[in-house]
């Protein structure tokens, strides 16, 4: 069975912090898809990041950094310089090669402060 | 192309009525999905469509509940007789084919509130 863990549930930080969401995942594949969006108020959920499970390098885009550990089965994701906009849930997700449901975990709100 | 477009966003609905929701993928997706977010709770995956055929449906998805894509383009997800826990989120996402290469496009969604 698949399951996506997101231990932290509310995150509060003051604008330029940076901030680690946490994600560990568990699948019995080998193959496998790993996703991270976020959730403004407005509901509807952007994509942001798509990592398979052959590719274990780190990607950084701006401000976002994420951090993919096949060993610690954990896909973190890290905000640099933390801003107001970046205020939204943020979910992380996960597939297996082949299949097409997504599997989420329950999300973690991140609220910066200004 | 605007994105994946979902009708209405709000909802509200006595218990045991019927209600429809409509969802319009992006245009050149041919796959399409149906997820239900409650309160708190990331999605849950309720059932995916490949053009017209329905190939896959949850558990979650009970005798109540029916989704159809006519021509291969929108979608309608039903759900009769609205019981309390119904009450959620319901977010449509499509992709195109050829593999888990892109990432899913979500809509905003339609809330649902039975009362």
């Known amino acids: 069975a698949q399951k996506v863990t997101q231990a932290q549930t509310e995150i509060s930080v003051v604008e330029k912090e940076d901030v680690t969401l946490d994600c560990v995942y568990e699948t019995r594949d080998t193959t496998y898809y790993l996703f991270w969006y976020k959730q403004p108020p407005s509901g509807e959920l952007v994509f942001l990041i798509r990592?398979?499970?052959?590719?274990?390098q780190n990607e950084i885009s701006g401000r976002y950094s994420w951090n993919f550990q096949k060993s610690t089965s954990s896909f973190n994701f890290t905000i640099t310089a933390s801003q107001v906009v970046d205020s939204a849930v943020y979910f992380c997700?996960?597939?297996?090669?082949?299949?097409?449901?997504?599997?989420f975990g329950k999300g973690t709100k991140l609220t910066v402060n200004p | 192309d605007t994105g994946v477009s979902q009708d209405p966003r709000h909802k509200i609905t006595k218990r045991g009525q019927n209600v429809t929701f409509r969802c319009d993928p992006i245009?050149?997706?041919?796959?399409l999905y149906w997820y239900r977010q409650t309160l708190g709770q990331g999605p849950e995956f309720l059932t995916y469509?490949?053009?017209?055929?329905?190939?896959?449906k949850s558990r979650l998805l009970s005798d109540r509940f029916s989704a159809e894509r006519p021509k291969g383009s929108f979608s309608t997800l039903e759900i009769q007789r609205t019981e309390q826990g119904d009450s959620a989120m319901y977010l449509c996402?499509?992709?195109?084919?050829?593999?888990?290469?892109?990432?899913?496009?979500f809509g905003s969604g339609t809330r649902l509130t039975v009362v």
């Open positions: 469509f490949q053009n017209e055929a329905q190939l896959e």
């Open positions: 245009s050149e997706h041919n796959r």
């Open positions: 996402a499509s992709r195109p084919g050829g593999g888990i290469l892109y990432g899913y496009t």
């Open positions: 990592r398979n499970s052959f590719d274990e």
């Open positions: 997700a996960l597939t297996q090669g082949g299949s097409e449901k997504l599997v």
